[in-house]
């Protein structure tokens, strides 16, 4: 296929935390809200005045400064973004909002306070840590209403004048629909036989829209948009099967891309920094206020193994299933980066309830950080690309 | 530092063996040693009484694997009784005794409610499984009905009993795709549940998500097998952040929810008036705690080390004021203390050093104090499970305190031990630490490292740099909780060995400690 | 009569004795020697050969 326009530039932008839409978005005068997990509803981090940088840590190597604070049995992506903040990668941020989503990246969130990683010579700066539900009920909601506003909207307020109405919250959901609508609307087109944007592109330029203030790739993404309609697929479909991507924390788009180099097409993102539900639009009416109607968006949609009620449980599989068969997936790959508690279970569970309920074919891993130095999770996929096609070719169910 | 007249026995390591068991019983002097001897006496003939002489037990004997741990009781208490004489002595069985007996309670009922065993259904109508993690404070007011834990009896205590107990369920685990670096309680708990071994008991479940992500994930496991044996489960969902006000609402209204889901499927009814009889001694055992803490921060401490821990453990987290016979243990054990601290006693024949304990403990190697004592005269003077809620609940029933009643329930249930110290924020785990050592006179950080608990791991450069500031001896000491093929107990031990030895300079008290052959030991 | 109710009455008390001290010698003999473990540690690989052939329904 002829190369998207605007992919080297996304690839680019994703090189650095700091990158050069964060610094033009600074520039214009806005604040940076820093923040670490899927949980934290961005729409309330995107308002005027403000923009939400969501933490990465990009062609991460060394994470030695992190592992003495943390240990080695954090998870790298705990790690990876404590070391980064050590280093003054994040110095281009005003505030950091975690919520205590897990354990690991509570606890690097905390140690980038008590080490002053990002508040040095910036006398408005906050560190607020929120609690958020788990479960979906509406004791959940109410917790979740009050911390938003207590953790999220107030400290905004207050350090940096910032409008926090209800007009305000709405105006702000518009916005960041628009960026949903644009990404889902180009994930549609992974529907196709024969699809006209890969799995990788598709994460490079999701991926983007959590890394960068979305008023400043609105234009390039709606000029993405445009050039699918028209982008003519290559004769021979490359792909061999179709997977969806499941599990933990993954913003690294090289894993995308390895498992794509295997034959495996990977049609739908579920995973923390993919699409879904991360960029599922939120719906609002008039006859309640903003803030409660996201809350409970972000709270029944959310799919985070933290929500320990059943239907939030058995849920997650029958989320995978549905999507497995929206984008016509031969089988599923739950990933999960090593060392995360929550995912480790929710892998383990996950992958045996779809193959044993759902009749899937599901590969199960865990993987590093970032995506170098993974020659063997390379032969696994490979491995299980070819037990996809057998399975095919010899007419057998998914 | 302070030093006595001869008080244990000398040259403790020539009891152990490289086998299960030791070669013989300590002679403590005839007093001590015939009251020792009455005390395992009566604590055969207490579990006779309660489960050997019950067919239906002997047949759980053969269908429970982690059953036969339990043959390992007398050991556990010789392991904590270890060099102690006088009150000490008899302060070590007002606890052990006590939680013997009420684990054999246990066993009992559980096995009478079994579907597999008993299969009491009559019984089993009033049967509410419990979460291990959960704090029992939910069950103050519901006199009828029985709260049984079967994490506590098939995987909890048989660690304490024989460190390789959980090791099969880890491994189950393991085969079915769990990640080995999860935190092996939880990972051992699901092993049990897919290999089929735990009691099929109560009319319903409350699961929480007290103490970790491990916990709370491992529940889903649990929680699968519940759904097919037809037992309906409430999640008990208890904020991380427990010491902020905006939280509280939501963990009140959890218990009000809790309570309506008993009520629903026990038909039993709230009642108040029990609930305040046992907030009564809920606060009565938590300022006997507290009298013994400041006991602790004297030049005489009677009460601390595993035998505390273990003691709270079941007092503070399971028995929550409902058995009134803790209240009568709590009596003795200050009255004994206070005995012994009119008369100056120390515990073992020298102290050196005053440590605070922090972290989780090494549950394969709970008896861990007693050798640090022993071998080092380091004084555990508290450790972190037993620094949990000092606040008095309201205990009157008046209108005002129903609704109070419920956010003490609340606090409690999020303050259960050790989630009180690893969720929070870091203030509670790291800053409250510096306090207790300012508070107890410790010159000594005695810090387990539970590798697999995310929690205290993320605090550990932050440890280390408070203590070079303070001036504080830190000595880390690694472990995996349950699994001692990770780190073994002589592991353990050598962490301090070459830390007093390399950093201190000093010797140890008892040299017969220092190595021992406790590989194979129960 | 009496006589001899007194003589069965101190045999019947020297039995109990008797019995009382076996039974303390006995038991404080297993107690110092730690025979009890030693017996039970002695069972233990014998359960666990059993706990092995239980049939199980093991699934997650």
Redesign the interface.
């Known amino acids: 296929m002829k190369d998207l326009k605007h992919l080297k530039y996304f690839e680019d932008l994703l090189q650095e935390a700091n990158n050069e839409l964060v610094a033009q978005a600074k520039a214009e005068g806005k604040k940076c809200v820093a923040y670490v997990c899927e949980n934290t509803p961005e729409p309330l981090l995107n308002l005027e005045g403000v923009f939400s940088a969501r933490l990465r840590a990009p062609r991460t190597s060394s994470m030695e400064m992190a592992t003495?604070?943390?240990?080695s049995?954090?998870c790298e992506y705990?790690r990876a973004l404590l070391e980064r903040a050590m280093e003054g990668g994040y110095n281009f941020a005003d505030c950091l909002i975690a919520p205590?989503g897990?354990?690991?990246i509570?606890?690097?969130a905390?140690?980038m306070e008590?080490l002053h990683t990002m508040d040095e010579g910036k006398p408005h700066f906050f560190y607020e840590?929120?609690?958020i539900?788990?479960?979906a009920d509406d004791?959940?909601l109410?917790?979740y209403v009050?911390?938003c506003k207590?953790h999220i909207l107030k400290p905004l307020h207050e350090k940096f004048g910032i409008d926090v109405s209800d007009a305000a919250i709405r105006k702000a959901v518009e916005e960041h629909n628009k960026i949903c609508r644009l990404l889902r609307a180009m994930g549609e087109y992974r529907k196709l036989d024969n699809p006209t944007i890969t799995g990788y592109e598709f994460a490079v330029f999701t991926l983007a829209s959590y890394a960068a203030p979305k008023y400043l790739i609105m234009d390039k993404l709606e000029e993405t948009l445009e050039e699918l309609k028209t982008r003519e697929p290559d004769e021979k479909n490359p792909f061999r099967v179709r997977v969806v991507f499941a599990g933990s924390e993954l913003d690294d788009p090289d894993f995308v891309k390895l498992v794509e180099t295997t034959g495996a097409y990977v049609c739908a993102d579920r995973y923390c920094y993919g699409s879904f539900p991360g960029r599922d639009p939120i719906e609002l009416t008039d006859d309640e206020d903003a803030l409660t109607q996201i809350c409970r968006q972000y709270m029944y949609r959310g799919q985070c193994?933290?929500y320990?009620?059943?239907p939030k449980?058995l849920g997650r599989r029958d989320y995978l299933d549905k999507l497995a068969k929206e984008y016509k997936a031969d089988g599923i790959i739950y990933e999960?980066v090593?060392?995360c508690?929550?995912w480790?279970?929710?892998?383990?569970?996950g992958?045996?309830?779809l193959h044993?309920d759902y009749g899937y074919q599901v590969l199960?891993i865990?993987r590093p950080y970032n995506a170098s130095g993974v020659g063997q999770l390379r032969t696994r996929v490979q491995a299980f690309v070819e037990s996809l096609e057998i399975k095919k070719i010899q007419g057998g169910a998914k | 530092m302070a030093k006595s007249k001869r008080i244990g026995t000398q040259n403790l390591g020539r009891f152990y063996t490289e086998g299960k068991v030791r070669n013989r019983r300590e002679w403590r002097g005839l007093a001590d040693t015939a009251y020792d001897y009455s005390r395992w006496l009566y604590n055969w003939f207490n579990m006779a009484r309660i489960v050997l002489v019950k067919p239906r037990n002997i047949k759980a004997m053969f269908r429970y694997r982690w059953m036969g741990n339990y043959l390992a009781v007398p050991m556990m208490v010789d392991r904590h009784t270890q060099g102690l004489r006088g009150e000490h002595l008899r302060i070590c069985h007002a606890e052990q005794d006590i939680i013997i007996e009420d684990v054999a309670k246990l066993l009992d009922k559980l096995f009478r409610a079994d579907r597999r065993i008993g299969n009491d259904t009559e019984f089993n109508k009033k049967v509410v499984l419990i979460d291990e993690n959960a704090m029992q404070s939910v069950m103050m007011g519901f006199p009828g009905i029985v709260p049984l834990s079967r994490e506590i009896a098939s995987t909890y205590i048989p660690v304490l009993l024989n460190q390789r107990a959980a090791l099969h369920y880890i491994d189950i685990?393991q085969e079915?795709?769990?990640?080995g670096?999860?935190?092996p309680m939880p990972e051992a708990e699901?092993g049990l549940v897919i290999d089929d071994d735990a009691p099929i008991v109560g009319c319903c479940a409350i699961?929480c998500?007290t103490t970790?992500?491990?916990s709370?994930?491992?529940?889903?496991?649990v929680?699968?097998r519940l759904?097919e044996e037809g037992i309906p489960?409430h999640?008990l969902?208890v904020?991380?952040?427990h010491r902020?006000d905006?939280?509280q609402?939501?963990a009140a209204?959890?218990i009000r929810?809790a309570i309506a889901f008993i009520e629903e499927h026990t038909g039993e009814k709230w009642d108040w008036a029990h609930y305040f009889e046992c907030a009564k001694r809920v606060n009565f055992a938590t300022r006997s705690r507290l009298e013994w803490m400041e006991m602790s921060k004297t030049d005489y401490p009677q009460v601390f080390g595993s035998n505390l821990a273990l003691y709270t453990e079941t007092n503070y987290m399971v028995v929550n004021g409902r058995i009134p016979l803790f209240n009568e243990a709590d009596k003795k054990i200050s009255a004994l203390a206070q005995k012994a601290y009119k008369k100056k006693k120390l515990v073992a024949n020298e102290y050196r050093h005053r440590a605070i304990v922090w972290g989780v403990q090494s549950h394969y190697y709970m008896d861990f104090l007693v050798w640090l004592l022993n071998c080092w005269g380091i004084i555990p003077l508290t450790d972190m499970l037993s620094m949990v809620s000092t606040k008095i609940i309201a205990e009157e029933d008046t209108p005002e305190n129903r609704e109070q009643a419920i956010y003490d329930i609340a606090w409690l249930t999020e303050n259960m031990l050790m989630r009180n110290r690893?969720?929070g924020?870091?203030k509670v785990l790291l800053d409250e630490l510096w306090e207790f050592v300012e508070e107890f006179n410790a010159d000594m950080v005695i810090l387990w490292?539970h590798?697999?608990c995310?929690?205290l791991?993320?605090?550990?450069?932050?440890f280390e740099e408070k203590a070079r500031e303070k001036g504080i001896h830190l000595v880390w000491v690694s472990h995996d909780l349950f699994d001692p093929r990770v780190i073994s107990r002589q592991g353990v031990r050598d962490q301090i060995n070459s830390y007093m030895r390399t950093v201190m300079r000093e010797e140890p008290v008892d040299p017969s400690l220092e190595v021992l052959s406790d590989e194979e030991s129960w | 009569m009496a006589k001899k109710m007194k003589k069965n009455l101190l045999k019947l008390l020297l039995k109990l004795v008797l019995i009382v001290v076996g039974f303390i010698g006995v038991t404080f003999v297993v107690y110092f020697y730690n025979l009890d473990m030693k017996l039970t540690s002695a069972m233990e690989p014998i359960l666990t050969h059993f706990y092995d052939k239980v049939k199980r329904d093991q699934h997650?």
């Open positions: 003495y604070y943390l240990t049995f954090l705990s205590d897990c354990t690991m509570n606890r690097a905390e140690n008590l840590h929120m609690e539900p788990m479960k004791n959940g109410n917790l009050l911390q207590n193994p933290r320990m009620d059943p449980m999960q090593k060392f508690d929550p480790a279970y929710e892998r383990m569970i992958s045996h309830v044993d199960s865990d | 685990a079915y795709g769990l990640a670096d999860v935190c699901a699961q998500n970790c992500d491990g709370l994930m491992g529940n889903g496991v929680y699968k759904t489960t999640q969902a904020p991380l952040r902020e905006d939280v609402e939501y209204q959890e929810n690893t969720h924020g870091y490292e590798m697999s995310k929690a791991d993320g605090m550990h450069g932050q | 997650l």
